[in-house]
C-alpha cells in the first residue's frame, strides 16, 4: 500500500542536542512539508519542499532544518537553537495533475505523526 | 496572521443528534475548504471538502456549507455517533499559495456521548 511513514512514533531529547525525525513516502508526490501541532494550535508549516534538492521555510522555520536528497525522503532536524521543540510533528506529501491540486482531498496525506518531548 | 479560525475549542454533542462545527476565514483568496478529522498521536485523515464555485458538498452523513460572503463554512455531521469523537481541523488553500498550500484552524474537539 502506498503511503507515507513518520518514525519514530516517540521521540526523547535532551536539551542541547539535535534530533532527526525521519519522513518516507512512496506515492511518486513531488511536495513534502513538515508541520508542528501544538495545543490550541492549527498545525503550522515548517518547511516545505516542491522538487528534490530544493526546499523553502515556512512559517516558523526557526530552529529546524531540512534536507531533500531524495523524491522519497524528506528528514526534518530540531536543532538545539529551537527554544521549545515538545510538540507533535506532522509530515506530509502532496501531488497535482496538470498543475492543479487533485480533488477531493487536494491531493494531500499526512503521515502518522511523531512526538518530541525534551527532557 | 490567522487566516483560518475556529473559535469553538470544543464541542459536546449527544449520540444521534446533530453535531455543527464552524470555521471562519479572513482571506478572500481562498478557493478550496477542506475538512481533516484527527484522533490522538495520529495524522490528520481527509474528511470532506468544498470548492469556492459550490455552496454546499454532502457525502453521506457529513455534509460541508460554505457561505462565501459571511467568510464562514460550516461541518454538520448528521447523526452524530461515538466514533466521531475527534479534533476536527478546518483548511483552506488559495491559488496564490502554490505548493505553500494549506492554512490551518486550531481545530475543534468533538465528543459524542453515548
Known amino acids: 500500500d502506498g503511503g507515507i511513514t513518520q518514525s519514530p512514533k516517540y521521540l526523547f531529547r535532551k536539551e542541547g542536542q539535535n534530533v532527526t525525525l525521519s519522513c518516507e513516502q512512496n506515492l511518486n508526490h513531488d511536495a513534502m512539508y513538515w508541520y508542528r501541532q501544538d495545543p490550541g494550535q492549527g498545525l503550522r508549516l515548517i518547511y516545505y519542499s516542491q522538487i528534490v534538492n530544493d526546499f523553502q521555510k515556512g512559517d516558523i522555520a526557526e530552529g529546524y532544518s531540512v534536507s531533500r536528497e531524495k523524491k522519497e525522503s524528506f528528514p526534518l532536524t530540531v536543532t538545539s537553537a529551537q527554544k521549545n521543540p515538545t510538540a507533535f510533528y506532522l509530515c506530509?506529501?502532496?501531488?497535482?495533475?496538470?498543475?492543479?491540486?487533485?480533488?477531493?482531498?487536494?491531493?494531500?496525506?499526512f503521515g502518522s505523526g511523531t512526538r518530541l518531548t525534551v527532557v | 496572521d490567522q487566516q483560518v479560525k475556529q473559535n469553538s475549542p470544543s464541542l459536546s454533542v449527544q449520540e444521534g443528534r446533530i453535531s455543527i462545527l464552524n470555521c471562519d476565514y479572513t482571506n478572500s483568496m481562498f478557493d478550496y475548504f477542506l475538512w481533516y478529522k484527527k484522533y490522538p498521536a495520529e495524522g490528520p485523515t481527509f474528511l470532506i471538502s468544498i470548492s469556492s464555485i459550490k455552496d454546499k458538498n454532502e457525502d453521506g452523513r457529513f455534509t460541508v456549507f460554505l457561505n462565501k460572503s459571511a467568510k464562514h463554512l460550516s461541518l454538520h455531521i448528521v447523526p452524530s455517533q461515538p466514533g466521531d469523537s475527534a479534533v476536527y481541523f478546518c483548511a483552506a488553500t488559495a491559488p496564490l499559495y502554490n505548493n505553500n498550500d494549506m492554512r490551518f484552524g486550531a481545530g475543534t474537539r468533538l465528543t459524542v456521548k453515548p
Open positions: 506530509a506529501s502532496s501531488t497535482r495533475q496538470g498543475g492543479r491540486p487533485l480533488a477531493p482531498n487536494y491531493g494531500y496525506t
